[in-house]
Structures are given as C-alpha cells and as structure tokens.
C-alpha cells in the first residue's frame, strides 16, 4: 500500500493545482473577491441601495483584500494587471457612493494599498 492518493476517480475537468500558472491561481482569486465586493455592494441588484446584501462592513474587507492581493502580484499579473486594477478601483469608488458618510480620501477601503480613490 502506497501512501500517494489515487486521483483516477477524479472528473476530467479537474486540474491539480500543481498544474496551473500562478497568474492564474491569482486571476482567479481576484475576480471572486470583486465578485464577491459587488455582492456585498449590492450591486448585482437593480437598486443596489435598497438591496438586502448590501453590507458594507463586509464589502470593506473584501475590498481591502483585494487591493492587499493585487498590489503584491502586480509584478506577475502581467496583461491582467490592467482590468484588475480598474475592477478594483470600480469597486472603490462604489463604496464611497454606498456610504452615507464616505470616508477620508485614503481611509477607503484598501486605499493604504492603492493610495486615495476618488
């Protein structure tokens, strides 16, 4: 008996982590956080203000993570780079519209990564 897993029973379209680009891995990484800052924005629904997911606490630290994540790997992000820090920088500014009391330019959320957003 060996103590390596039999990944035979895996499905096709699953690929070991091992196997994708690290450009990837991040990519991915980034997009679910916007998808999931945006959620929490309330922007997925028609009136994002009178949403019931808007959370910007949550949104605040979703964000804030993001911004963390994408200033360390811009370097590698390569021609991604450039829409991620857009969507990021969307996302920014979303926020500063949602509250009520905005705050600070560079005390948004992940602004002492990216620097002020207006």
Same mark, same amino acid.
């Given at each position: 008996m060996t103590d390596t897993p039999d990944? =035979? !029973?895996q &499905?096709? !379209?699953v690929r070991d982590l091992a196997d994708i680009p690290a450009v990837e891995v991040i990519s991915r990484a980034a997009v679910m956080l916007m998808s999931s800052a945006a959620e929490k924005l309330g922007l997925a629904d028609d009136e994002p203000d009178a949403s019931d997911?808007? !959370?910007l606490d949550e949104a605040r630290r979703v964000i804030t993570a993001l911004a963390g994540l994408v200033t360390a790997s811009v370097e590698y992000l390569g021609p991604h780079a450039g829409p991620i820090r857009e969507g990021l920088q969307a996302l920014q500014k979303a926020f500063r519209?949602?509250?009520s009391v905005p705050d600070s330019p560079g005390? #948004? &959320?992940g602004e002492k990564y =990216? #620097?002020?957003?207006y």
């Open positions: 990944h =035979t !029973d &499905p096709a !379209d997911r808007l !959370d519209e949602a509250s005390q #948004g &959320p =990216t #620097g002020p957003v």
